[in-house]
């Protein structure tokens, strides 16, 4: 069964900066695609930024363009979400997926595989 494990949510004040880490273990992890979604109290569940795991493809939310940026070290089957400028409305429980081969990335991609989520709380 695919395990992944997020950390590295906290709470910072706008402006600044939270590196959010997903490990994944109990699969093959290369030739996965991988995503960040986030879901704030009384909002849809929106993909944040994702990639594939055996290319350079990735997904960028518009509203994180500039600055988030996702990456991987796929020795440490570790993804990565690099969140600099927080804003307030990044607030959000932020949640790893994974999907095996065939895959794709962005919003409409239903992933198999989640974790259990990390809180990210960003305050003005």
């Known amino acids: 069964q695919v395990q992944l494990v997020e950390s590295g949510g906290g709470s910072v004040q706008a402006g600044g900066s939270l590196r959010l880490s997903c490990v994944a273990s109990?699969?093959?992890?290369?030739?996965?695609?991988m995503e960040w979604f986030r879901q704030a109290p009384g909002k849809e569940r929106e993909a944040v930024a994702g990639l594939y795991t055996g290319g350079r493809s990735t997904y960028y939310a518009d509203s994180v363009k500039g600055r988030f940026t996702i990456s991987q070290d796929n020795a440490k089957k570790t993804l990565y979400l690099q969140m600099n400028s927080l804003k307030p409305e990044d607030t959000a429980m932020y949640y790893c997926?994974?999907?095996?081969?065939?895959?794709?990335?962005?919003?409409?991609?239903?992933?198999?595989?989640w974790g259990q989520g990390t809180q990210v709380t960003v305050s003005s």
């Open positions: 109990r699969y093959t992890y290369s030739g996965y695609c």
């Open positions: 997926a994974a999907d095996p081969p065939p895959c794709g990335l962005g919003p409409q991609v239903d992933f198999a595989y």
